[in-house]
Each structure stands twice: as C-alpha cells, then as structure tokens.
C-alpha cells in the first residue's frame, strides 16, 4: 500500500504533541498524530493533573483540624483512597475524551497506536502496519521514570504505577527528593501513609534557592516525613514469598520494611525505538534529542518538542514549544522559544513558588546583591493552629534594582509565583513593587511592603 501523504506526523499526544497538531492543522496543514497510551500524556493522565487534585485532597484534613478554631463543630470523619481513585479517574478520562474531540474538530487524524520512524520521511504504526509519507515530522514522545539497576528494581512503582495503585499503601518508602518524590511523598504523608523519603544527599530540591530548601524540609519534618539522608537503595526483596510487603536495604545497612516503594529519581528522554537513529536525528549526551530555537533537531524537516529534548520538563514549556513549532512551520512567523525565567511551584503543603536567580546564583552573577524577606505565620493559623510558617524572598541587584530572583514557601505560593512571572517579564524592579499598594490582609502583601533589606552580599 503506497503510504499516505501528510504535511505533519506528530508522534506522542502529550502536551507538546497536542499543542502543535492542534495549532498546525488550524493553520491548514493535514495533520496526522499517533499515541501509542492515552491521549493528554503524562501531564493529564500520570502527572500535574492527578497529582494535583490528590494534593487538594490530602490538605482536607488540616483544613478539618483548623475549621475547629473557627468554631465548627466536626463529626467523624476518615479518607477512602478507591473513592478518590474513582472520582480522579473519571475526571481524566473526561479530559482525555475532551483532547480527542479538539483535535478531531481541528481536523486532526488521531491513531491509538505506537509510531515510529522507518527513514527520515516515513512513519509507520507499529499495530496497524499503516505508513505515512511525512514533509515534516515532529518528535514529542515525552520522558520516562528513570529506573536504577538494582535487585529487585521491578519491585518498585515509578509515578505512573503510582497512579494505578488501587488502595493506600500503610508504609511507602520514596526514593528521590526532587519535586515529584515530595509532592507524592507528602500528599501519601498527609493522607495517613508512613512515609519514609531516601536521598543520596543531605537536603531536598537540589537547584533551588538554600534557605527554601531547609524551610520546606523542616516543615515536612514536623508533620512527620521521615529523611534518612545521604543513602540510596541497594536491594528490594518481598518479605514474604507470595506477601505484598518490602524489605529495602540501604548502602548504609539500614533495612527499611514497607508495602510500597515509590522510585522518583528523574526522567529520561524517551527516544528509544522510536527510529530516530534511522533517521539521522542526533542526541545528546543524556539521550535527548538535540534542536535549536526553532525545535529544529539535526535533520531539517523533524523537529522535536518537550521532554524528549531535556530542555525544561515542564507541560507549560511542552506547550509554548509545540505553539512555536506550528505557527514558525505552519503559521508564517517565525517563533523562536527561550526559556528563561519560567515561574514553577512545587505541590508539597506547604507549596513554594519561584521564579529567577537564587540568593547563592545571584551573587555569583552581580557585584552587589540585597535580599529583602519576611518569615511570618499565616494569618489562618493564629485561629486554627499549625506551626509552618512562610517565607518570601526577593533577591534584587543593588546597582540595577532589578529583581532577580523571588522565592516563596507557603499557601497559595504557585498562584503569587504565576503573577509575579508577569511583572518578571517586564524587568520589574524593587521600586516598582515599593511603589505597588498592598491588598491587605493578604499574604501576598508581603511582597510588596518590605522596605528594609535582610541580606546585603557585595559591594
Ligand atoms: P508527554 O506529556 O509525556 O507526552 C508524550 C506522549 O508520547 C505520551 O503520552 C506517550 O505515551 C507518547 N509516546 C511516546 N512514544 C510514543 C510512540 N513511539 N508512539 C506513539 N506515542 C508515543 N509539569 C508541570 O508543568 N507541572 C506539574 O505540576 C507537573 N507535575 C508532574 C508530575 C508528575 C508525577 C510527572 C511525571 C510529571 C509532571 N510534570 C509537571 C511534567 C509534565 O508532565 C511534562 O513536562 C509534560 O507532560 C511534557 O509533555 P510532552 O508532550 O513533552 O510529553
């Protein structure tokens, strides 16, 4: 059969792929997309979105503790994870079906099955057999769980088993102490599961600013996350031959027991078997694919967008790059993606937003370096108790005045940090917040009415 002639081939509908067909075929081009799993990817059905409506669920219970200091009277009340499971699942196969429809009405073709490259013009589907003559084609198969070699390594869930456990596992051990580890440690934590956290060094969230680090870990601390620090894994065995427990053992001999361990140690770029070497299309050292500005990889007309090119793991870069490739190829501009100065929050409760240079970045990049911060207790918690506390930080370049950097730990922080992307982007400086009137009684009033600088570096 001779193959079918398309302007586009997207491989992967996730949420770089989704966005470039979308947009491509609204430009005009006749666009095919393949999805070997489940259309929205990991963002929608194993990644922000489940996670986060399980993070909003694990934060019921203090919420239920605090309303007592509010005067509400509570009767019994107890968490059922099936009942959970069942009320997210149905939301995203709700999103799932909604993706479908947008594309189909953008004019779309869709596939539900895996794809992959046959030369540098052809893409054939690996069920069905059926090929594609392609004048472009677009690589966005995403990331996948990094797994380390260890006995019993398959013993152990990544994120997206974690997303089909059917009941709450007792004890969970989680390995990693990068975003997703705590977000998914803290909200099993915060659900009633004793969770222990393993990392290799001796604090969370290596890259971010060090005074949030030791605030957000002594925060997860108190509410009860167990660190053991400086460790990692070396086996995983079954307590007992046809039981569901785990024994892990650590370098340090530790024997940790526990009826799950959660491995969240990094993402890898998914290009294996996906006919790249075929292709010609280069990679890079960590397997991902090589592009520039335009998403263009080594072979002119396949360009590659999201986390298959390593360059931020975020959906909402995915998408800014998939928008870029379509109206650049499709549209008639020529759009090029920088990523700089992207704001990202971190789920844990307390959750953080940040945006730009840290304390320890900047004064590595400017000659004189101010730090201006509040450490305070949230209003909500003079009536209703708990004891984390929040931190803002403005990390500002004396001689410009310009903001380098912002870092907060505390309720609401992802929307502040959202916000404060905006006023990033216009190159805002200390007296331009100085100079902003405060919404009071807010947190976010902080923000704008520290006057006096707690750190001076340089100069
Ligand atoms: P994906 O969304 O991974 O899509 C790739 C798709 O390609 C997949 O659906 C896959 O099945 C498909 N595929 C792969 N190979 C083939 C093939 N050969 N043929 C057909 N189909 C194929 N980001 C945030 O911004 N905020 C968050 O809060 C956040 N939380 C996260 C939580 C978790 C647990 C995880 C794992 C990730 C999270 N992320 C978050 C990251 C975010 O999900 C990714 O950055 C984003 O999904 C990347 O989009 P993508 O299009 O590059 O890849």
Redesign the pocket.
Known sequence: MTPKQVDLFV???????VRAARVAAQHGARVAL?????LG???VI???VP??LMVMASRFGQEFSDAAGFGWTLGERHFEWPRLKAQVDAELTRLEGAYGSTLRNAGVELHAE???LEDAHTVRLTRSGERFHAARVLV????TPQAPAIPGAELASS?NEFFLWPTQPRRVLVQGAGY?AL??ANLLQRLGSEVTVVLRGEKILRGFDEELRDHLQAALVSQGLRFVTGAALTSITRTHRSGLGLRATLDSGEVIEADAVLRALG?VP?TA??GLDVAGVALDAHGAVRVDEFSRSSVAHIHA????TNRV??????IREGQAFADTEFGGRSVPVRHELIPT?V?TTPELGVIGLTEAQAVQQHAAVDVYSANFRPMKATLGGGSTRTLMKLVVARASDRVLGVHIVGPEAGEMIQLLGVAMQMGTRKADLDATLAVHPTAAEELVTMRLPTRRHGG
């Open positions: 491989i992967g509908g996730g949420s770089g792929g393949a999805e070997e799993y489940r990817g990991t963002c194993r990644g922000c996670k986060k895996r794809a992959l966005a198969t995403g990331a994120s997703i977000e998914l993402r998914n078997g996906v967008v999201g986390d298959v793991m975020l959906t909402p870069a995915a929050a789920f």
